[in-house]
T-cell receptor, first 113, second 114 residues
């Protein structure tokens, strides 16, 4: 089945700097890659997603890139703000693996002001 | 409210007790998922319903875990004879469509087994 690896596990950046989180996946049939943000004690919420027919997608300060050949995708946050501090999860979906998202282990992002 | 609602939010059980966790998905959502999230880890898939049909239960860790969604809306996750390793946050998520799409998560039910 699908396996998703995420790194780094923790990331500290200064306010205003950029943050990059990377994920790799194992199933070449995966075709949907969302990113979820989870604040302490709160529910995970979708912040951006990308499908396999697109290489890059951007939404204001957040962008995601996908390299299907290498089977990895990344989240880029520019001009980080303290409210960006949270745990970020990547995930991958492959229809042949069952109708489920497989999540990475998460990255704790701390933005220092 | 319009979001996914889970109850109870917190549950403390003695080892060996049975527990039942409830999920009210967003009205009209076809897909419903249960995930288990251990401390410091990502959500781990447990089971998936499309309407009332349980199409995938491959993530249930043992036969002590049972889930149902009899009328295609509210779902219950039941854990029998709880063990300490069952301690985790149990997240329910729903999606408007079958197949892939945005998952809307509930706040989770935190289970602590003593």
């Amino acid at each position: 089945g699908e396996n998703v690896e995420q790194h780094p596990s923790t990331l500290s950046v200064q306010e205003g700097d950029s943050a990059v989180i990377k994920c790799t996946y194992s199933d070449s049939a995966s075709n949907y890659f969302p990113w979820y943000k989870q604040e302490l004690g709160k529910r995970p919420q979708l912040i951006i997603d990308i499908r396999s027919n697109v290489g890059e997608k951007k939404d204001q300060r957040i962008a995601v890139t996908l390299n299907k050949t290498a089977k990895h995708f990344s989240l880029h946050i520019t001009e980080t703000q303290p409210e960006d501090s949270a745990v970020y999860f990547c995930a991958a979906y492959a229809a042949r693996g069952g109708n489920k998202l497989v999540f990475g282990a998460g990255t704790i992002l701390r933005v220092k002001s | 409210g319009a979001g996914v609602s889970q109850s109870p939010r917190y549950k403390v059980a003695k080892r060996g007790q049975d527990v039942a966790l409830r999920c009210d998905p967003i009205s009209g959502h076809v897909s419903l998922f249960w995930y288990q999230q251990a401390l410091g880890q990502g959500p781990e898939f447990l089971t998936y319903f499309q309407n009332e049909a349980q199409l995938d239960k491959s993530g249930l860790p043992s036969d002590r875990f049972f889930a149902e969604r009899p009328e295609g809306s509210v779902s219950t996750l039941k854990i029998q004879r709880t063990q300490q390793e069952d301690s985790a946050v149990y997240l329910c998520a729903s999606s408007l469509v079958a197949g892939f799409g945005e998952l809307f998560f509930g706040e989770g039910s935190r289970l602590t087994v003593l």
